[in-house]
């Protein structure tokens, strides 16, 4: 079965980007994230639609 989640130091591996600056993308409103107890999870699909609406703004 794929990964449906991956949590925020998993989402700052794959995306190349230091944790810290990972925190600050789910400031975000818009960014996709939601909570088990304290756990922040990342759906993966919503992850890549959310980079590539970033890819069309400018």
């Known amino acids: 079965m794929e990964q449906m989640t991956i949590t925020v130091k998993e989402m700052a ?29 990342i759906p993966v699909e919503s992850l890549k639609e959310w980079l590539a609406n970033q890819q069309n703004k400018k």
Request: a positive charge; glycine letters at 4%.
């Open 13 to 41: 591996k794959q995306l190349n980007i230091s944790l810290p600056t990972a925190y600050e993308l789910l400031k975000s409103d818009d960014f996709p994230k939601f909570y088990i107890g304290r756990k922040i999870l």
